[in-house]
């Protein structure tokens, strides 16, 4: 049984392969080919068991799971004061949506799940990514469980920690000391001359990672809505670089609303590092043309796993449709909403803390119940 058709949600050409569409690259813009959304009707929240093999039929897989118990991270109540204040009138309730907790310690499980159970079903004995780390690792341990090979192209920059996980996973990791463009130049060389199944994005500009692995993160707005079943989510935010989580948590929600099963969408709030926020900057955009078109300088900070020239355009979409925004923080923001964290017991990578950094600003209106998906541990970047 073959995979369902994948189409591109901008233009409606139909798609071929992983690169995105070919069309809309043409024009400057990555747009991921996402298959058909799925009909939830008939299904109850309370019934949901989580993760992304939970409901049968909602992913694109034709064959078995592959699966590490992934799903199901807990959400964590944070003080939105500091200790010893009292909250200022009319705040509201922010949670940390923990995807730590998931088996290799990132949100990234999700996407490998499913991504892996798509290469066994295509016949595939080798999959890729290219990877500042926790997809790497994921991919790594996801293709383990699967019996399949797995190389990781990756850089210098990676933390040890991260670089001892991929390797203790039996992937064969490939070290690239150029830009992250010529990395993944050379990924989609062993794609296209290898046969390799890609995992993650490689074309230029990014389109974001294999659609079929991408639709593992609609199981985040499956078990946010379910858990604060009868409450209104008034934001979700999510540190945001080529959008895949971000598109994908949206495409959840969508689905949800369209079966009955929630009252309301929540806004997407995309979080960015100052130093890389195409999204950010595409939105002070008047024009939803010149928003497709924005590129920025991406510059190195400390959420070394984000970053990107152009925001991607399924993140956009879904922008768009919850009437979402987009914020940018500094490093000293950052690394001080990572010092907070570890007061209230969390070791979080910047790249995580980036979502909660954001969600304690003014994007968010007092007396909103919010969530921040915290998408990795912090405790990789500790070893070494």
């Not at 689905?255 to 100052?274: D, F, H, I, K």
């Not at 987009?326 to 803390?353: K, Y």
Request: glycine share 12%.
């Amino acid at each position: 049984m073959a995979p369902p058709p994948l189409h591109c949600p901008r233009c409606g050409s139909p798609a071929e392969g992983f690169e995105g569409c070919r069309s809309c690259a043409s024009e400057g813009i990555g747009v991921n080919t996402p298959p058909p959304l799925v009909d939830l009707t008939g299904h109850h929240l309370a019934a949901y068991p989580g993760g992304p093999w939970g409901w049968p039929g909602t992913l694109p897989t034709t064959g078995p799971p592959v699966t590490l118990g992934e799903g199901n991270t807990p959400n964590i109540r944070l003080r939105r004061e500091l200790p010893g204040s009292q909250p200022p009138a009319g705040t509201g309730e922010l949670w940390l949506k923990y995807e730590g907790g998931n088996p290799t310690g990132s949100h990234k499980d999700r996407a490998m799940a499913a991504g892996v159970a798509a290469a066994v079903a295509a016949g595939a004995g080798t999959v890729v990514a290219a990877s500042s780390g926790n997809a790497g690792a994921a991919a790594a341990a996801y293709a383990a469980r699967a019996g399949l090979r797995c190389v990781v192209f990756t850089n210098e920059q990676v933390p040890a920690g991260l670089r001892a996980q991929i390797d203790a996973l039996g992937a064969e990791r490939v070290v690239h000391r150029g830009s992250s463009a010529e990395r993944n130049a050379a990924m989609a060389q062993s794609v296209a001359e290898r046969g390799w199944y890609p995992l993650t994005s490689y074309s230029s500009p990014s389109s974001g990672g294999n659609p079929y692995a991408n639709e593992g993160y609609k199981s985040v707005a499956y078990e946010l809505a379910r858990d604060f079943a009868g409450r209104a989510i008034g934001a979700v935010v999510v540190p945001t670089s080529r959008a895949d989580l971000l598109a994908g948590i949206g495409r959840g929600f969508r689905e949800l609303a369209a079966a009955g099963l929630v009252a309301q969408v929540p806004r997407l709030v995309a979080a960015e590092p100052a130093r890389s926020a195409p999204f950010t900057a595409a939105l002070r955009c008047a024009d939803r043309a010149d928003q497709e078109l924005t590129r920025v300088t991406d510059r190195p900070s400390v959420a070394f796993s984000l970053g990107e020239e152009r925001p991607c355009w399924q993140g956009l979409d879904a922008l768009w449709r919850s009437r979402g925004t987009a914020v940018a923080v500094t490093d000293d923001a950052i690394m001080a909403e990572c010092r907070r964290l570890a007061a209230e017991g969390l070791i979080m990578e910047p790249s995580s803390a980036v979502a909660v950094a954001v969600a304690r600003g003014p994007a968010v209106a007092p007396g909103e119940l919010v969530v921040a998906v915290g998408t990795a541990t912090g405790l990789k970047g500790l070893v070494g």
